[in-house]
């Protein structure tokens, strides 16, 4: 007998009797009600409430195959994943997750906090709002989930054994396929959606071999560097926002992997922010304010980490060689330079590729459009090539401006 004998796809009613049933959030004489409120590209997510009271809760479960695609056959194990991580990383950060009530290994679903009170960052970015605290709460984040899952930090056996219950087969190969692969080579045909830039990105992925070489090697690294355990799709679309709060969501992706995988997309997808505000907005003076914002967050965002890095770092280091002087320079600086390369692949896989972001495709002149893919795709190339002499969050800022202004 398989754990999923008794799986089924919830409807919205479903998910409903379900939360009466199995949580203890709801009172006798509530009233719920239920919506499918996901757009993400692999799950179901509802949302029930009582319509006698505030109480609401959010149930996510995973389904057989990717929401968007039945070609990408996923086990709903993902969903154990997910809730463990946000667990851990509720541990780690505080705050800084929704709480977790509930996981059921039975249909694959995971109960947990309802944000509706917050906003998609994606969704807020691409109205232009700016978030000045997002620096702060996403590098202490990054800081707290990775380098204490670390062998910096954790006792080696105990890492070893957490490697092991994080491995992520399968969602893992959807980011080397989608990020390190098909951008550069379209190997499994799926690419065809970018034909107006069609010949330019052939010329300047597919055919740049200088290129081609720089993103093997970081696809072995991604393929083979436990280093930490990673949330694995740090976009935007995976951060709920508001003026003064920040929660991380969606670590179904989670794995022990290179810590600059991270940071590198949060970095990229302030960039796509960046250039949809240049591709879109009239009034001038906003649109150069809002850039402004962007430019600061991205200079906050690699400094901040570096600080609270070292910070987190001299206070919690455990393994004994970790505190060899010069060390923690040297693996910090192999972190930034990861960042830079781990953006770039990010920035080229959202227009090249089957996942695209809307900071993009909701550009509706096309002339902007392609000059926007050609800006993301040039700033790419430069953070992959020359990632080693990236260190500091103005030279993530000073590239961008100098192409934009070539
Ligand atoms: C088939 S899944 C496509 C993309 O959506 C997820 O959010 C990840 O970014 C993945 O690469
Ligand atoms: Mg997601």
């Given at each position: 007998?398989?754990?999923?004998?008794?799986?089924?796809?919830?409807?919205?009613?479903?998910?409903?009797?379900?939360?009466?049933?199995?949580?203890?959030?709801?009172?006798?004489?509530?009233?719920?009600?239920?919506?499918e409120?996901?757009?993400?590209?692999?799950?179901?997510?509802?949302?029930?409430?009582?319509?006698?009271?505030?109480?609401?809760?959010?149930?996510?479960?995973?389904?057989?195959?990717?929401?968007?695609?039945?070609?990408?056959?996923?086990?709903?194990?993902?969903?154990?994943?997910?809730?463990?991580?946000?667990?851990?990383?509720?541990?780690?950060?505080?705050?800084?997750?929704?709480?977790?009530?509930?996981?059921?290994?039975?249909?694959?679903?995971?109960?947990?906090?309802?944000?509706?009170?917050?906003?998609?960052?994606?969704?807020?970015?691409?109205?232009?709002?700016?978030?000045?605290?997002?620096?702060?709460?996403?590098?202490?984040?990054?800081?707290?989930?990775?380098?204490?899952?670390?062998?910096?930090?954790?006792?080696?056996?105990?890492?070893?054994?957490?490697?092991?219950?994080?491995?992520?087969?399968?969602?893992?190969?959807?980011?080397?396929?989608?990020?390190?692969?098909?951008p550069?080579?379209?190997?499994?045909?799926?690419?065809?959606?970018?034909?107006?830039?069609?010949?330019?990105?052939?010329?300047?992925?597919y055919?740049?071999?200088?290129?081609?070489?720089?993103?093997?090697?970081?696809?072995?690294?991604?393929?083979?560097?436990?280093?930490?355990?990673?949330?694995?799709?740090?976009?935007?679309?995976?951060?709920?926002?508001?003026?003064?709060?920040?929660?991380?969501?969606?670590?179904?992706?989670?794995?022990?992997?290179p810590?600059?995988?991270?940071?590198?997309?949060?970095?990229?997808?302030?960039?796509?922010?960046?250039?949809?505000?240049?591709?879109?907005?009239?009034?001038?003076?906003?649109?150069?304010?809002?850039?402004?914002?962007?430019?600061?967050?991205?200079?906050?965002?690699?400094?901040?980490?570096?600080?609270?890095?070292?910070?987190?770092?001299?206070?919690?280091?455990?393994?004994?060689l970790?505190?060899?002087?010069?060390?923690?320079?040297?693996?910090?600086?192999?972190?930034?330079?990861?960042?830079?390369?781990?953006?770039?692949?990010?920035?080229?896989?959202?227009?090249?590729?089957m996942?695209?972001?809307?900071?993009?495709?909701s550009?509706?002149?096309?002339?902007?459009?392609?000059?926007?893919?050609?800006?993301?795709?040039?700033?790419?190339?430069?953070?992959?090539?020359?990632?080693?002499s990236?260190?500091?969050?103005?030279?993530?800022?000073?590239?961008?401006?100098?192409?934009?202004?070539?």
């Amino acid at each position: 007998m398989s754990k999923f004998d008794k799986y089924f796809l919830m409807s919205p009613s479903d998910a409903a009797e379900y939360a009466a049933e199995k949580l203890s959030i709801f009172c006798c004489d509530c009233e719920l009600d239920s919506k499918e409120i996901g757009d993400g590209n692999l799950n179901y997510v509802f949302r029930v409430w009582d319509k006698n009271s505030d109480k609401s809760v959010i149930i996510k479960q995973a389904g057989f195959t990717a929401r968007i695609s039945e070609d990408f056959k996923l086990s709903p194990d993902r969903n154990r994943i997910e809730a463990e991580t946000l667990r851990f990383q509720g541990d780690l950060a505080p705050g800084l997750v929704p709480v977790v009530y509930k996981y059921d290994d039975t249909l694959s679903c995971c109960s947990m906090e309802d944000l509706s009170d917050y906003t998609i960052m994606r969704q807020a970015l691409l109205q232009h709002k700016i978030f000045p605290k997002f620096a702060e709460h996403i590098t202490t984040f990054m800081v707290n989930t990775l380098l204490l899952t670390s062998d910096v930090f954790l006792n080696h056996q105990e890492k070893k054994s957490l490697v092991k219950s994080y491995t992520n087969p399968e969602l893992c190969e959807i980011t080397e396929d989608l990020v390190y692969t098909e951008p550069f080579n379209d190997y499994k045909h799926r690419n065809d959606v970018f034909l107006p830039n069609l010949d330019w990105v052939k010329k300047e992925l597919y055919n740049d071999n200088e290129l081609k070489l720089e993103v093997a090697k970081l696809k072995f690294d991604f393929l083979t560097n436990a280093q930490a355990l990673i949330h694995g799709d740090l976009h935007t679309g995976s951060i709920f926002v508001n003026e003064n709060s920040t929660k991380i969501i969606d670590p179904e992706f989670a794995f022990y992997g290179p810590m600059g995988y991270d940071v590198g997309n949060i970095i990229a997808n302030m960039i796509f922010a960046w250039v949809n505000a240049d591709a879109t907005m009239d009034n001038e003076e906003e649109c150069i304010n809002f850039k402004n914002w962007v430019e600061n967050t991205i200079c906050e965002i690699i400094d901040k980490f570096k600080a609270k890095f070292m910070k987190v770092w001299k206070e919690e280091a455990k393994e004994v060689l970790a505190k060899t002087p010069g060390f923690s320079q040297w693996y910090l600086s192999q972190v930034i330079h990861d960042t830079a390369a781990v953006a770039g692949l990010e920035l080229c896989r959202r227009i090249v590729g089957m996942a695209h972001v809307k900071d993009i495709t909701s550009i509706e002149n096309e002339s902007a459009r392609l000059r926007a893919e050609r800006i993301c795709i040039t700033v790419a190339k430069g953070y992959i090539k020359n990632r080693e002499s990236y260190l500091f969050g103005e030279q993530f800022v000073n590239t961008l401006k100098e192409v934009e202004y070539e």
